[in-house]
C-alpha cells in the first residue's frame, strides 16, 4: 500500500530564517507531488505540483520553492520566511492510474514569528 | 476547472443520515465530482467521486443530477467523527491540479 510521510510536524522559526519541509510517499513510482498551504481560517491553496524529477510548477508566486531531487522526495523550502508565511502546509500525492483522487500527508505547522 | 458552491456549514443529528448539498451548473461534460474532508488539524480525505452515475462506497453516497449540475453526498449514519469541514470540487479526469474551496463546515450533534 502507499503512504505518504511528511516533516516535521510542527515548527516555530524567526522572520528571516530558512525553511524546509520534506515529504516522502512509498509504495508508487512516478507520482504527481503537490504542495497546498492552509491559512487559519482559510481554504487550501495549491503552491506546488510536480509531474517527475526536476519538474516544478509554481501557482503562485511567493518566497517558497519547491524541488524535486529523487521521484518519490518533495521539499518545500524558503530562504527567509515572513510572518505571511505561517500556516499548515500539506503534501500530497496523485497518481494518473487513480483519476484525481488525491492523498494527503498528516501536515506541518509553521508560525512565524 | 467549474465552480462549486456550498453551504458555509451545517449541523447534523448524530445518526441520522446526513445530507451535504453542492451545486455545479457550469460543470462540463468530462468533469467528475469530487469529494474530500478535512477533520481539524489533518490532511484531506478522499471519501468518493462520481461522473453521471450515481455511486456508493464504504464512507458515502454520492447522488448526481440527472442534468449534472447539482449532487448531494450522503452520509448514512452520521456520527461525531463525522464532523469535519466536506469539500466538493469538480474536475477534469486526470486534471493535475484540484482546486479546494472553503467548503462545508458539518457539525454532527449529540
Known amino acids: 500500500s502507499q503512504t505518504i510521510h511528511q516533516w516535521p510536524a510542527t515548527l516555530v522559526q524567526p522572520v528571516g530564517s530558512p525553511l524546509s519541509l520534506e515529504c516522502t510517499v512509498e509504495g508508487t513510482s512516478n507520482p504527481n507531488l503537490y504542495w497546498y498551504r492552509q491559512a487559519a481560517g482559510r481554504g487550501l491553496q495549491l503552491l506546488f505540483y510536480?509531474?517527475?524529477?526536476?519538474?516544478i510548477s509554481s501557482e503562485v508566486p511567493q518566497n517558497l520553492s519547491a524541488s524535486r531531487p529523487q521521484d518519490r522526495q518533495f521539499i518545500l523550502s524558503s530562504k527567509k520566511l515572513l510572518l505571511s508565511d505561517s500556516g499548515f502546509y500539506l503534501c500530497?500525492?496523485?497518481?494518473?492510474?487513480?483519476?484525481?483522487?488525491?492523498?494527503f500527508g498528516e501536515g506541518s505547522w509553521l508560525t512565524v514569528v | 476547472d467549474a465552480k462549486t458552491t456550498q453551504p458555509p456549514s451545517m449541523d447534523c443529528a448524530e445518526g441520522r443520515a446526513a445530507n451535504l448539498p453542492c451545486n455545479h451548473s457550469t460543470i462540463s461534460g468530462n468533469e467528475y465530482v469530487y469529494w474530500y474532508r478535512q477533520i481539524h488539524s489533518q490532511g484531506p480525505q478522499y471519501i468518493i467521486h462520481?461522473?453521471?452515475n450515481n455511486e456508493t462506497n464504504e464512507m458515502a453516497s454520492l447522488i448526481i443530477t440527472e442534468d449534472r449540475k447539482s449532487s448531494t453526498l450522503i452520509l448514512p449514519h452520521a456520527t461525531l467523527r463525522d464532523t469535519a469541514v466536506y469539500y466538493c470540487?469538480?474536475?477534469?479526469?486526470?486534471?493535475?491540479?484540484?482546486?479546494f474551496g472553503k467548503g462545508n463546515q458539518v457539525v454532527v450533534i449529540p
Open positions: 462520481g461522473l453521471k
Open positions: 500530497a500525492w496523485a497518481h494518473l492510474t487513480r483519476g484525481n483522487t488525491i492523498y
Open positions: 470540487i469538480v474536475s477534469g479526469y486526470g486534471n493535475n491540479r484540484l482546486a
Open positions: 510536480s509531474v517527475g524529477i526536476g519538474q
